[in-house]
T-cell receptor, first 113, second 113 residues
Framework: GQQLNQSPQSMFIQEGEDVSMNCTSSSIFNTWLWYKQDPGEGPVLLIALYKAGELTSNGRLTAQFGITRKDSFLNISASIPSDVGIYFC?????????????FGQGTRLTINP | SQTIHQWPATLVQPVGSPLSLECTVEGTSNPNLYWYRQAAGRGLQLLFYSVGIGQISSEVPQNLSASRPQDRQFILSSKKLLLSDSGFYLC????????????FGSGTRLTVV
């Protein structure tokens, strides 16, 4: 089946540092999404990207849809304690009427105060 | 506004017992509905999806089944649970075709003992 390669798997940073994570795929996606999951909760959508090359920001978060449509990255600037959690990328496959998403394996972010 | 309800939040069941997890969506009509399982706090695996009442597609062979008896109700079931069925189960919905990304429920933590 389709897979997304998300890296890094884990990050341990100091509060205030910037964070960068990315996803790559062997398949072309027509939509890329980034989710954040807090412990014991369902993932929450952070940013959605709809066009190749698109760069979108949401507060301190910035994400880009790769020009090849096979990759995406997420940056978090000036991290704060509430940024702790697991971040997932997801790609929507073209022509899928049920809008099935393929998820990366997640990046676990830990912040040292 | 649209909301998604998933229950119970936690469940401990003995091996061989039946299972029924319920998910309901409010504030929308004819949603696409999904069941995901997450093991060890990462990695979302699509189990089932449904584009309408009575229409169920299974992504992976397993000990589970799904049903959609009403437009906004999605049920995950098992006749006899296995230890390997333990995990975090997430229900999600989306509205085709213009709405991208899913909205997830808060999840059910299932422990089979």
């Amino acid at each position: 089946g389709q897979q997304l390669n998300q890296s890094p798997q884990s990050m341990f940073i100091q509060e205030g540092e910037d964070v960068s994570m990315n996803c790559t795929s062997s398949s072309i996606f027509n939509t890329w999404l980034w989710y954040k999951q807090d412990p014991g909760e369902g993932p929450v959508l952070l940013i959605a990207l709809y066009k190749a090359g698109e760069l979108t920001s949401n507060g301190r978060l910035t994400a880009q849809f790769g020009i090849t449509r096979k990759d995406s990255f997420l940056n978090i600037s000036a991290s704060i304690p509430s940024d702790v959690g697991i971040y997932f990328c997801a790609g929507q496959l073209s022509g899928q009427g049920a809008q099935k998403l393929v998820f990366g394996q997640g990046t676990r972010l830990t912040i040292n105060p | 506004s649209q909301t998604i309800h998933q229950w119970p939040a936690t469940l401990v069941q003995p091996v061989g017992s039946p299972l029924s997890l319920e998910c309901t969506v409010e504030g929308t009509s004819n949603p696409n509905l999904y069941w995901y399982r997450q093991a060890a706090g990462r990695g979302l695996q699509l189990l089932f999806y449904s584009v309408g009442i009575g229409q169920i597609s299974s992504e992976v062979p397993q000990n589970l089944s799904a049903s959609r008896p009403q437009d906004r109700q999605f049920i995950l079931s098992s006749k006899k649970l296995l230890l390997s069925d333990s995990g975090f189960y997430l229900c999600a919905w989306s509205v085709s075709p213009r709405d991208y990304g899913y909205t997830f429920g808060s999840g059910t933590r299932l422990t089979v003992v």
